[in-house]
């Protein structure tokens, strides 16, 4: 059955204090929903959670989703958004990150079994790897390294997405893949690590430091707000037509690491010169 928004269901958010999973907690309390939060609070923190604290309708229970979930759960609706995704957070301990991807995950879809509730798993860009396509189309496989240091979190994502579409056959769970490119907004971590962020960060230095880009800056990318990412989850979910693959979330432009550079120095007023 399908909870409409403006409702008494019950969602359950995993990795909600985080960058992303605290706005998609306001989103939900804001239409009406019960909130769960489940969050081991590795990368996610409770300053993300401050407002929705003083809400009744919001519980936060600290817990790491590679460890079975608490008794008696039932919910309406999940919504995973735990694991680290900037390289140096995901790589500080590979092996948990993998753990959260594939056991996690499967805790998750048990749950969505037994509530039959509809999960939707956030996934990532990652999968395509180091494409040989640009744009990629969700058609497109990838070229991937299952056995590089960023596998953990590549390679991660991808069972988790064979889990979802097995459950989705084996057992009748109604899944949504969502994978997500570049998302950017307030909140993100000074030491997220990745382009946005670390430009932003080095920008506003008061010591000036060159502005770093890897290469020769020409290579683009995407990049989505994070309210605008929110809304294209909420959306997805939301829809009554089951979907048998995943669905890239994003924004159909791309732009330059040169280009983007050139906006944050203009944005901040920044001085330093591009390294």
């Known amino acids: 059955m399908t909870i409409p928004a403006n409702s008494s269901g019950t969602a359950l958010v995993a990795g ?115 494409p040989a396509q640009h744009p990629q189309t969700e058609a497109y496989w990838g070229n991937v390294n299952p056995t590089g240091v960023r596998a953990c979190y590549d390679e991660g994502k991808r069972a988790a997405e064979t889990l979802c579409f097995d459950y989705k056959r084996r057992h009748g769970v109604s899944v949504r893949v969502a994978r997500v490119f570049n998302t950017y907004g307030p909140r993100m971590r000074p030491d997220d690590g990745r382009i946005v962020s670390n430009l932003v960060v080095q920008a506003m230095a008061i010591c000036g430091k060159p502005l770093t880009i890897y290469g020769s800056g020409e290579q683009t990318r995407s990049f989505c707000y994070v309210t605008d990412l929110i809304e294209g989850l909420s959306r997805l979910i939301a829809l009554d037509q089951e979907i048998d693959m995943p669905v890239n979330l994003g924004n159909p432009e791309e732009f330059s690491i040169n280009e983007l550079a050139a906006l944050v120095s203009a944005m901040t007023g920044s001085t330093s010169e591009v390294n």
């Open 16 to 130: 909600g204090a985080g960058f992303l999973g605290s706005y998609l907690c306001e989103r939900l309390i804001a239409e009406g929903w019960r909130v769960i939060c489940v969050d081991n609070l590795h990368t996610g923190t409770l300053e993300n959670l401050d407002d929705l604290s003083r809400e009744s309708r919001f519980s936060l229970i600290e817990a790491d989703i590679t460890k079975p979930l608490p008794d008696r759960l039932h919910v309406d609706r999940i919504y995973n958004l735990a694991c680290p995704v900037s390289p140096p957070h995901y790589q500080a301990d590979p092996v948990h990150t993998l753990l959260t991807n594939v056991p996690g995950m499967r805790n998750l879809l048990e749950l969505a079994r037994t509530s039959e509730a509809r999960i939707l798993q956030t996934s990532t860009s990652e999968v395509y790897g180091d």
